[in-house]
């Protein structure tokens, strides 16, 4: 058991709980989030009442929002007790969705039952390709929903992972936006780590695509003080890493369908490390004294260049996970860093998406609108990666 001197640990208070409820999902997006080998962990969910208990011990903690998210958290029939255990225990909810396995009567139930706000996840703005890239026809069903949530008068943040396939039709992104009538529009260019990764070469953007997204989306800001708009680009275009979630155990705590608690969505890559579960230990405990949650926390763990350089309060390093997957160890400086000795990876990669970007129709403004062969999506139920082509499968609430 590791744990951090009082003087240091009240420096740390968690505000944002990701609650992964499920790793279900109807969409097989080839930037997927979820770890690779979900189909090994995805059993034994936590209970309707082990996550009542959580969010009670998160409130406690100073915890003031949470993202029911997953896979898809529609695909828990609990959903609705486990929205009203959130509001119960004082939480801002956010339903993290993509819309498919929703009527209007359901989404009604939940906002009764004390949802606070949803965040809905398009593709794209335009149909054909939305559906592509999500691996299922979903295009409608995404669209009902955000006209439920206007009728319901239920806050909607709709969020577009960008990359190479979509970040030309940026300026239908945002027409589509305003359109559905979306208080906050989130545009975060993918970032490479599980299945991203794994498509990093289909879906790293060129610098031309994303310097007129960055314009357009700048643009947009100016003309749309009522809609929030956020364009974060990829860390592969940033020679500055960002400090992964706030800092490793700063600010985040991310709960797995199973109950393991995690500092992010990608930590259990980082072997070695052993992560505490909510059904043997408390929230709290975890948060202070788990050796995952301090391993990488605050300064004193970092080598060179890191140790030394006047950002390390800053970034805290970048990514562990990042720094793990791309340089082997995840105590080096994220790859992304320009003082990196292993940010020739990086550079490398950006080199090659541009080199492709110059020999496609995406060199004059056109959307290359079909990815590489080798490009996979994940599926469910787990049977490992589909190659684009092959035929989709989905899921309904279980």
């Known amino acids: 058991m590791t744990e951090k001197p009082t003087n240091q640990l009240k420096n740390y208070r968690p505000y944002n709980l990701v609650a992964e409820l499920t790793y279900k999902c109807p969409l097989q997006c080839p930037y997927c989030s979820n770890p690779t080998n979900y189909g090994e962990t995805f059993r034994d969910e936590l209970s309707t009442e082990d996550w009542a208990r959580v969010f009670r011990e998160a409130a406690a903690l100073g915890v003031m929002q949470v993202g029911l998210t997953g896979g898809e958290p529609g695909a828990r029939r609990d959903l609705p007790q486990i929205t009203k255990a959130a509001a119960d225990a004082g939480l801002f909810s956010m339903l993290?969705?993509?819309?498919?396995?929703?009527?209007?009567?359901?989404?009604?139930?939940?906002?009764?039952?004390?949802?606070?706000?949803?965040?809905?996840?398009?593709?794209?703005?335009?149909?054909?390709?939305?559906?592509?890239?999500?691996?299922?026809?979903?295009?409608?069903?995404?669209?009902?929903?955000?006209?439920?949530?206007?009728?319901?008068?239920?806050?909607?943040?709709?969020?577009?992972?960008?990359?190479?396939?979509?970040?030309?039709?940026?300026?239908?992104?945002?027409?589509?936006?305003?359109?559905?009538?979306?208080?906050?529009?989130?545009?975060a260019n993918t970032q490479y780590y599980a299945w991203a990764l794994e498509n990093r070469e289909a879906l790293l953007p060129s610098a031309e695509q994303l310097e007129r997204a960055r314009a357009a989306a700048k643009q947009a800001k100016a003309d749309n003080p009522k809609m929030e708009v956020l364009f974060i680009i990829p860390d592969y275009y940033s020679d500055l890493p960002?400090?992964?979630?706030?800092?490793?155990?700063?600010?985040?705590?991310?709960?797995?369908?199973?109950?393991?608690?995690?500092?992010?969505?990608?930590?259990?890559?980082?072997?070695?490390?052993?992560?505490?579960?909510?059904?043997?230990?408390?929230?709290?405990?975890?948060?202070?004294?788990?050796?995952?949650?301090?391993?990488?926390?605050?300064?004193?763990?970092?080598?060179?260049?890191?140790?030394?350089?006047?950002?390390?309060?800053?970034?805290?390093?970048?990514?562990?996970?990042?720094?793990?997957?791309?340089?082997?160890?995840?105590?080096?400086?994220d790859p992304t860093c320009h003082l990196s000795s292993h940010h020739g990876i990086i550079v490398e990669a950006r080199d090659a998406a541009n080199s492709v970007a110059a020999n496609s129709d995406t060199a004059n403004g056109g959307a290359a609108t079909r990815p590489p062969p080798e490009m996979i999506y994940r599926t469910w139920p787990p049977r490992g990666p589909r190659k684009a082509g092959t035929e989709p499968a989905g899921v309904s609430a279980t």
């Open 96 to 187: 993290v969705t993509a819309g498919t396995v929703f009527t209007k009567d359901k989404l009604a139930n939940l906002r009764d039952q004390g949802l606070d706000s949803a965040q809905l996840s398009v593709q794209d703005s335009d149909p054909k390709n939305s559906d592509f890239i999500a691996g299922v026809p979903s295009f409608d069903k995404k669209m009902a929903f955000a006209s439920w949530c206007h009728e319901l008068d239920l806050p909607l943040t709709l969020n577009v992972v960008l990359h190479r396939l979509n970040l030309d039709h940026i300026d239908d992104i945002l027409a589509m936006a305003k359109e559905i009538g979306a208080h906050r529009l989130e545009m």
């Open 242 to 333: 960002k400090p992964c979630m706030g800092g490793w155990g700063s600010q985040v705590i991310l709960i797995s369908p199973t109950g393991k608690v995690l500092p992010c969505h990608a930590a259990e890559v980082i072997p070695g490390m052993v992560f505490d579960n909510v059904r043997d230990k408390s929230l709290s405990d975890i948060w202070r004294h788990s050796e995952s949650f301090n391993r990488f926390r605050g300064t004193d763990w970092m080598v060179e260049p890191c140790r030394s350089c006047d950002r390390r309060e800053i970034d805290y390093g970048g990514c562990r996970c990042q720094a793990l997957m791309l340089t082997g160890d995840a105590a080096n400086a």
